[in-house]
């Protein structure tokens, strides 16, 4: 493609995406052609299916494993799943939890709080729902609802945004001088494939029950969203309890990338180092070095 060629080809996606509506019938060609590259993403190609069942059914036995040794030795695990609308959380919860046993380990998805939680300190609901010791605990969404949704879609205020930022790293702290071991990851997309997904759950029956309201109104602040979302990485980024960003997509990619974060950083026995440590670099990224490259476009 020439150089004129690209920019004839930029504008169109940006005139495309501008105009986009979830009720639409069919994806704009050129929102849909744009979706894989969008956001900088490092890859040409998916992954392949057959590499990738290889090595999640592997990483699955390694998660037995450490699960095995979090419940012998009373250790206490939170992951948190945090990060674009449509960025594959669930897809990537669902492969981390589908051979662990339920009764030590769960999911946390918390609906909109109650009006008691509201008048509640702001923590309180989430501090319920820590693992108790031989625990893994997986917070879709958590409280880091306050660092992004709340303030884009003006459900706090200002004031509560920044006494939020300022209180979560030292609430983390307090969770890992107790003992939890902390992992916090953030799935980031391309603005192109996160109107492909949102539009795919829109046209699927069988998706639908994934779009919320908020969904609908996500579509047009993708820019709020980056800017919040910079500043909440920024803010809580510690070395105690730092983020993991994942560029995300690639879902079979995402999946392998999540459960290697997680695994690679518990020390239980008998751990299949090369498999556990064969994370893609090209997607897989601290938020120093993601804030520094700009984030997503």
Same mark, same amino acid.
């Given at each position: 493609?020439?150089?004129?060629?690209?920019?004839?080809?930029?504008?169109?996606?940006?005139?495309?995406?501008?105009?986009?509506?979830?009720?639409?019938?069919?994806?704009?060609?050129?929102?849909?052609?744009?979706?894989?590259?969008?956001?900088? &993403? @490092?890859?040409?190609?998916?992954?392949?299916?057959?590499?990738?069942?290889?090595?999640?059914?592997?990483?699955?036995?390694? =998660?037995?494993? $450490?699960?095995?040794?979090?419940?012998?030795?009373?250790?206490?695990?939170?992951?948190?799943? *945090?990060?674009?609308?449509?960025?594959?959380?669930?897809?990537?919860?669902?492969?981390?939890?589908?051979?662990? !046993?339920?009764?030590?380990?769960?999911?946390?998805?918390?609906?909109?709080?109650?009006?008691? *939680?509201?008048?509640?300190?702001?923590?309180?609901?989430?501090?319920?729902?820590? @693992?108790?010791?031989?625990?893994?605990?997986?917070?879709?969404? !958590?409280?880091?609802?306050?660092?992004?949704?709340?303030?884009?879609?003006?459900?706090?205020?200002? *004031?509560?945004?920044?006494?939020?930022?300022?209180? $979560? /790293?030292?609430?983390? $702290?307090?969770?890992?001088?107790?003992?939890? #071991?902390?992992?916090?990851?953030?799935l980031t997309i391309g603005q192109a494939m996160q109107l492909k997904r949102l539009h795919a759950r829109y046209t699927d029956p069988l998706k639908q029950w994934k779009l919320s309201p908020i969904d609908h109104k $996500?579509?047009?602040?993708?820019?709020?969203?980056? *800017?919040?979302?910079? #500043?909440? =990485?920024?803010?809580?980024?510690?070395?105690?309890? @730092?983020?993991?960003?994942?560029?995300?997509?690639?879902?079979?990619?995402?999946?392998?990338?999540?459960?290697? %974060?997680?695994?690679?950083?518990?020390? &239980? /026995?008998?751990?299949?180092?090369?498999?556990?440590?064969?994370?893609?670099?090209?997607?897989?990224?601290?938020?120093?070095?993601?804030? %520094?490259?700009?984030?997503?476009?």
């Amino acid at each position: 493609m020439t150089k004129k060629a690209g920019k004839q080809a930029d504008e169109a996606l940006r005139k495309a995406i501008a105009g986009f509506r979830l009720d639409e019938p069919d994806l704009p060609p050129e929102i849909d052609e744009a979706a894989f590259r969008s956001g900088n &993403y @490092p890859h040409k190609e998916k992954l392949k299916s057959k590499l990738y069942e290889r090595d999640l059914h592997a990483l699955q036995i390694e =998660l037995l494993k $450490a699960q095995t040794w979090v419940k012998e030795q009373g250790e206490r695990v939170v992951v948190v799943f *945090e990060g674009r609308d449509a960025a594959g959380k669930g897809g990537a919860i669902h492969r981390f939890t589908q051979h662990l !046993s339920p009764r030590d380990a769960r999911v946390v998805a918390l609906s909109k709080p109650t009006p008691t *939680e509201q008048g509640q300190w702001y923590f309180q609901r989430y501090v319920s729902q820590l @693992p108790t010791k031989g625990e893994i605990v997986i917070f879709d969404r !958590s409280w880091y609802n306050r660092g992004g949704v709340e303030p884009v879609m003006g459900f706090c205020t200002p *004031e509560q945004t920044d006494k939020f930022l300022h209180e $979560a /790293p030292q609430f983390e $702290a307090m969770l890992v001088r107790d003992g939890i #071991r902390l992992f916090k990851l953030f799935l980031t997309i391309g603005q192109a494939m996160q109107l492909k997904r949102l539009h795919a759950r829109y046209t699927d029956p069988l998706k639908q029950w994934k779009l919320s309201p908020i969904d609908h109104k $996500a579509v047009g602040k993708w820019d709020a969203y980056s *800017e919040a979302y910079d #500043r909440m =990485l920024a803010a809580t980024d510690t070395v105690d309890t @730092p983020w993991t960003i994942i560029k995300a997509n690639d879902k079979l990619r995402t999946r392998l990338a999540v459960i290697r %974060a997680v695994l690679a950083n518990l020390p &239980y /026995p008998d751990k299949d180092e090369k498999l556990v440590g064969g994370q893609d670099g090209k997607i897989v990224l601290s938020a120093e070095h993601f804030l %520094a490259n700009g984030g997503e476009i």
